[in-house]
Each structure stands twice: as C-alpha cells, then as structure tokens.
C-alpha cells in the first residue's frame, strides 16, 4: 500500500499559515490580498499530497515537468475541473505541445526557439495560453530567461505571434538578497506596459509582495522539502 495520506488538517494548517502571510505582505505594502495569484507549486509531490490543498479550496498549481504534470493532473482535475495548472519550469521546444494542451499558463517563455514552437502548438491546438517572459535577472550563466539586452526583441516576436503575455517572471541569484532583483523586475514590467510579475518564492514571496508581486510560486512552504 502506498503511505497513508496527509491528514487534511496538517496540510490545511501550511495554507492558511501562508495566505496569512500573504494578507500581512499585502497590508505592509497596502496592497489588496486578492491582488496576488498563490500559485502552489507541487513538483515531486505526488496527488495524495495535493489533495488536502484542493479540498481547502486552492486551485491554482505550479509543475515544472510536462511528463510527471501529465501523470498527475488529468485524473485531479476531472474531481476539479475548475484548476489551474501553471507550468513553472524550463521548457524544452519538443514538449510544446503537450504543455500547450495541458497548462493554463507558462512562466517560462524565453528564447525564439520556444516561441516558435508555442506559437505553432497553440495555432494547432486552437487554443491561446497566456505567457510570462522569464528574464535572467542576474545575467547567471547557467540560467534559464531571457538575457535583459534581447527582452525587446522576443516581446516583439510574441505579439507578432500573438502569444497572450501575462508579464515578466524571474528568479534572482541564488543566496543573496532578493530584493533588488525583484524591484528591477517590477521596474522593467512597467516599462513594458505589463501589470503581470511573476516572483517570489518560499523563502522570499513577502519581499516580493511588496515589491510588486502579482503571482508568487509557493512549494516548501505549503508541501513541506522536497526529497
Ligand atoms: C520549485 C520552484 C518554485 C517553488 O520553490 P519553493 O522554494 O519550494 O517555494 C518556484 N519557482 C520555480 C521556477 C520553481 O522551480
């Protein structure tokens, strides 16, 4: 037999404690709460896990592999139909399809190559879903976003595509003081006319709340680690 389920208790106690979280970011920043999309990222965790979050009324979720989205949600989503899934990874141009089918947003558009082929699955698929640019803020070499230098020229492309775009999304460097990364992104959205960002996470999402967060991708803080 597989372990036995969370109790709906312990995995409702994580949620509120971070919607309360959210609500007391949104008031520092006064902001209003309804204003940030949680988007519960449950990568590696398996449907007995994420069952108790739907049952306590989430219904916005983060995967970031097509395959384990695919093996997961089909059958959690015919007992909700009313999720959405967002695919909050890096994308691979051969999996264009699959996510274009399966994903109600993408966080993870940035370079042609992807466009090019999210432009043809969603003409295919008869189907539009709605795209964050993921910039490499911190100009890391081994990083997925778009380098800042070429943003202009793939936003072109997307609207010329008519890829729907939900704004900027990023995640800064790894163990330093997220802040200033969050305010360049907020900064860059708003030149580009976007009201969409996408940062913020665990260990971060209350600074990224009040720098102007729109959508915050929580896993740790409502999963508990990841193995
Ligand atoms: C895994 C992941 C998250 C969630 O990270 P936590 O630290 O567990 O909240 C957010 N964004 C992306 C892109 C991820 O891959």
């Not at 139909?81 to 141009?93: E, R, Y």
């Not at 993408?106 to 910039?135: E, N, W, Y």
């Not at 070499?141 to 775009?165: E, F, M, S, T, V």
């Amino acid at each position: 037999m597989d372990q036995p389920a969370t109790p709906p208790a312990a995995a409702y106690a994580p949620l509120a404690a971070v919607r309360e979280r959210i609500a007391h970011a949104a008031r520092i920043a006064r902001r209003a709460p309804e204003e940030i999309t949680l988007v519960a990222v449950s990568k590696t965790h398996s449907a007995e896990r994420i069952d108790p979050l739907l049952a306590a009324g989430q219904r916005v979720f983060g995967e970031n592999r097509v395959q384990e989205a695919q093996a997961k949600w089909p059958a959690l989503r015919e007992a909700y139909p009313d999720v959405a899934l967002h695919l909050v990874g890096q994308l691979q141009s051969n999996k264009a399809e699959e996510a274009v089918a399966l994903f109600d947003c993408i966080h993870s558009l940035d370079r042609p190559s992807l466009l090019t082929a999210l432009a043809r699955a969603m003409d295919k698929a008869g189907r539009r879903v709605s795209c964050f640019v993921q910039v490499n803020i911190g100009a890391e070499d081994q990083k997925g976003g778009c380098a800042l230098a070429d943003l202009p020229a793939l936003l072109a492309r997307a609207r010329a595509a008519d890829i729907p775009l939900a704004g900027l999304m990023c995640v800064p460097p790894a163990g330093i003081e997220p802040a200033p990364f969050f305010a360049q992104l907020d900064k860059l959205a708003a030149d580009h006319g976007f009201a969409g960002r996408s940062m913020g996470m665990s260990d971060d999402f209350e600074t990224a709340i009040m720098l102007g967060a729109t959508h915050i991708r929580v896993g740790s803080a409502l999963f508990g680690a990841r193995a």
